[in-house]
């Protein structure tokens, strides 16, 4: 077991057949016009589904969709996830529009084989993100185990998270938690060499824990992307109008530094593709170097840099991927990010992708099939990689006896 989850079941562990879980899912999709665009996270839940339907379990799942600020907000309704639930189980999910409502208990006494039950968006209950204590004690009436498999929350102290499973006795993680654990973990305990950290997006800010975990594990850092300036300023590189986080100049240098004193390996973008806004596709060029002028701005990573980060992994053993290199949404910007992601996937070893946009990057770049591992994680794949205690896994854990 992987030691992330020292101390936790997994629901293969926990007595199922024939009982009431309650299963906490992450089927935060993106929706345009009420209809999925992407549903990888839905995709990736149906195992441990699937797992408690064989076992005869009746079950009870739940999830938040985006941020609503009432009830009322329907675009964030969990209707279509089910409707997609219902059609890949080949089953039918019965939507409760209020979750902790008396609705559930009823549904429970008559619930056939074949039939689940889904709650509407937890996040339409005030309590929910504010961890109520009174909101879990509703949810759970009538449940005899709980499961989280919503990886990708579990680093929120929320009602369905964190004050529900501390009700309940029987409780553990989904295959969905169990994957992404063993994964993350072997980034962390004795990764195989060359092993390097490609890194991107916009902000150091956002890195910089994740940097000081890897800083000593990892052979080298590629980073790209709109942090990439701020250390490109520190080295006395002009990056024009780029987003630049002026108070981190001093810590890019100071890491610059210590990446260098350990003798790893440091690249940078040696090129650009630049324009003069970030909407403005039309006036772009690709940089000699790596400066440009005052009134232009980074957009993406130029085809030197790409050749550069290219051939550093052509013999990687282990990979972590996270953040773009431009603004891949935009298709003119986008040839850095879909070449790194090719890059990655070409590489020979372990290729984990750290969630959120990487993870859209891999897919929308057609080589999502090719890594090892896409998280479904995004902010909490971070957290785990930084060292911190996720809320949703540390309060299913239990003391290991010596």
């Not at 004193?261 to 000699?288: E, M």
Request: net charge neutral.
């Amino acid at each position: 077991m992987a030691s992330g989850l020292r101390g936790i079941k997994t629901v293969k562990d926990l007595v199922v057949k024939d009982k009431v879980v309650f299963l906490r899912l992450d089927l935060n999709v993106p929706l345009k016009d009420g209809r999925i665009t992407d549903e990888t996270r839905i995709t990736a839940s149906l195992p441990t589904i699937q797992y408690l339907m064989d076992q005869g379990s009746k079950i009870v799942m739940t999830s938040h969709l985006g941020r609503p600020k009432t009830a009322e907000d329907k675009k964030y309704s969990l209707e279509p996830v089910g409707k997609r639930l219902s059609e890949l189980l080949k089953a039918e999910v019965i939507l409760v529009e209020e979750p902790g409502g008396d609705a559930v208990k009823q549904l429970l006494m008559g619930l056939r084989k074949g039939q689940l039950i889904l709650l509407e968006n937890v996040r339409f209950v005030p309590g929910e993100t504010k961890n109520s204590v009174e909101f879990a004690q509703r949810l759970a009436k009538d449940i005899d185990v709980y499961v989280n498999d919503a990886f990708g929350a579990s680093h929120r102290a929320h009602s369905s998270i964190h004050a529900l499973p501390e009700l309940i006795k029987e409780k553990g993680v989904g295959f969905l938690i169990e994957k992404e654990i063993q994964m993350l973990d072997q980034l962390i305990e004795n990764p195989k060499s060359p092993y390097f950290a490609v890194l991107g997006g916009a902000k150091i800010s956002d890195k910089i824990a994740v940097i000081e975990k890897l800083i000593d594990i990892v052979d080298g850092f590629i980073i790209g992307g709109a942090m990439a300036y701020t250390f490109l300023k520190a080295q006395g590189r002009e990056v024009g109008k780029s987003l630049v986080e002026e108070d981190k100049l001093k810590y890019a240098n100071e890491m610059m530094g210590r990446i260098e004193a350990r003798r790893k390996t440091l690249l940078l973008p040696v090129d650009h593709l630049v324009s003069q806004g970030i909407a403005d596709t039309t006036n772009t060029r690709v940089t000699t170097d790596a400066n440009m002028k005052a009134n232009e701005l980074g957009v993406d990573i130029g085809p030197r840099t790409i050749e550069n980060f290219a051939t550093a992994l052509k013999s990687a053993a282990t990979v972590f991927w996270n953040g773009p290199m431009g603004i891949f949404e935009t298709a003119e910007f986008s040839k850095g990010t879909f070449a790194m992601a090719k890059a990655v996937a070409d590489c020979p070893g372990l290729k984990i992708v750290g969630g959120g946009d990487s993870a859209a990057a891999a897919e929308d770049s057609g080589y999502a099939s090719k890594m090892t591992h896409i998280s479904t994680g995004g902010g909490a794949s971070l957290e785990y990689l930084q060292g911190e205690k996720l809320p949703g896994l540390e309060v299913l854990r239990t003391k290991i006896r010596s």
